[in-house]
């Protein structure tokens, strides 16, 4: 005789595990398709927006790390938390921001996401790819310009190793302090020098930077 026919509840968790799973893996499907309408039935069907992989990123956090707005839109107003943070510590907004998402950041910020917050910070993580108008609008939100992450490095400091000059030119603009330090005393004009941006030097020169 089965075990299943023995243990009726085991045989009901089985299936309803079994079909919770089926139904995350149709909504990574659509999300990666941006197929709002197969979203919005997968939700209106029960799946939770919250729903998480083994790396902790929720279906919020994988829509805006790939850019699709409307899921984005779709995860939110079925309640998923705009602040979840993945295993790594990453939020939605940290994700869109680094890959340059502006509609995607714009409306999480609306909705409430936090911009600034312990060790590594959305604008941070902008200043990775250098987009100008996200760091902009990050900074609008409030974003603090001399936070800084769990190695010390600040946003400025970040801008000026990948070598972005128009958002090194913004930051400083808007207050990034010049001669802070890591606790290994590296600066944006050290990290620079060290990654041959000879431009950001000569800029950080010229602004002051010792």
């Known amino acids: 005789m089965s075990l299943l026919r023995i243990i009726p509840g085991l045989a009901l968790a089985f299936l309803c595990q079994f079909a919770i799973a089926g139904a995350y893996e149709d909504m990574l ?56 943070r993945n295993a790594l510590g990453e939020t939605a907004l940290m994700l869109a921001a680094m890959n340059g998402h502006l509609e995607v950041v714009r409306h999480l910020l609306v909705q409430g996401a936090q911009v600034n917050q312990p060790d590594w910070t959305p604008l941070i993580y902008a200043a990775v790819k250098g987009d100008v108008s996200i760091s902009r609008l990050l900074l609008a939100y409030g974003a603090q310009i001399n936070a800084t992450a769990d190695n010390g490095y600040t946003a400025l ?11 090194v030119l913004l930051l ?18 050290s990290v620079a020098r060290e990654k041959n941006r000879q431009d950001i030097v000569n800029l950080l020169i010229k602004a002051g930077a010792k």
């Open 157 to 167: 400091m970040m801008a000026a190793r990948e070598g972005h000059r128009d958002l």
């Open 29 to 84: 499907d659509a999300v990666k398709k941006d197929d709002l309408t197969a979203i919005n039935q997968l939700l209106k069907r029960g799946l939770d927006a919250n729903t998480t992989d083994q790396e902790g990123n929720s279906l919020l956090i994988l829509a805006a790390r790939d850019g699709r707005t409307g899921a984005v839109k779709l995860f939110l107003a079925a309640r998923a938390q705009v602040n979840a």
């Open 172 to 189: 400083l603009a808007n207050g990034a302090d010049l001669n802070l330090k890591t606790a290994t005393d590296v600066t944006a004009l």
